[in-house]
Nanobody, 128 residues
Framework: DVQLQAFGGGLVQPGASLNLSCRIS????????VGWFRQAPGREREGVAC????????DYSDSTEGQFTISSDNAKNTVYLRIDNLKPEDTAVYYC?????????????????????WGQGTLVTVSS
């Protein structure tokens, strides 16, 4: 049974950076892609970044403008999302999700329909 747990959110000030983590269990192969999504209040869920656990290939939403960095540590079964220069409009619940095969996930990075497993989300609030 594949499970994902996102954590690391909290209240941060504008301009700060934050590292989110997604701990994954139950995968029997590395042929998965993992993506980070976010849903702001009153808005639809949007994808921000994804990574292939197989070869480390990454892709980002065009709207991220270099603000996000996704990485993985397969030995720790964890995928990270670093968010720099946080703004109030980055306030959202951040979710991680996994799907297979990895090549399909990276090809369709921000399409949530491609992902099979979702974590519970972690809330990031950006406010002074």
């Amino acid at each position: 049974d594949v499970q994902l747990q996102a954590f690391g959110g909290g209240l941060v000030q504008p301009g700060a950076s934050l590292n989110l983590s997604c701990r994954i269990s139950g995968l029997t192969t590395d042929d998965y892609g993992v993506g980070w999504f976010r849903q702001a209040p009153g808005r639809e869920r949007e994808g921000v970044a994804c990574i292939s656990l197989k070869d480390g290939f990454t892709d980002y939403s065009d709207s991220t403008e270099g603000q996000f960095t996704i990485s993985s540590d397969n030995a720790k079964n964890t995928v990270y999302l670093r968010i720099d220069n946080l703004k109030p409009e980055d306030t959202a619940v951040y979710y991680c999700a996994a799907g297979a095969p990895a090549i399909a996930i990276v090809a369709g990075c921000t399409y949530d329909q491609l992902y099979d497993y979702w974590g519970q989300g972690t809330l990031v609030t950006v406010s002074s």
